[in-house]
């Protein structure tokens, strides 16, 4: 079978570029951190939404966001 061959990324932007370099459905999960060096957590999930609706309308990768700070109100 196949297995997981995770994309790390450090910021917000790094994270938006490896997704628009990947092919629509690549990406089979999102793990992302609420606190990112250049941009709030919610922010990138936005843009990533907004790019997927374009580049493959009516699917939407599971993401899992965390933080280490505590409890967060989404």
């Known amino acids: 079978g196949q297995g997981w061959a995770p994309l ?7 994270a938006l570029a ?24 919610l922010e990138c999930l936005e843009a990533l939404r907004a790019a997927e609706r374009a580049l493959a309308p009516g699917t939407e990768v599971p993401v899992i ?8 109100t989404v």
């Open 8 to 14: 790390c990324a450090a910021t917000g932007e790094e």
């Open 65 to 72: 966001m965390l933080t280490g700070l505590g409890s967060e």
């Open 18 to 41: 490896l997704w628009a370099a990947r092919p629509a459905g690549e990406v089979r999960c999102v793990l992302l951190d609420f606190r990112l060096p250049d941009m709030d957590g």
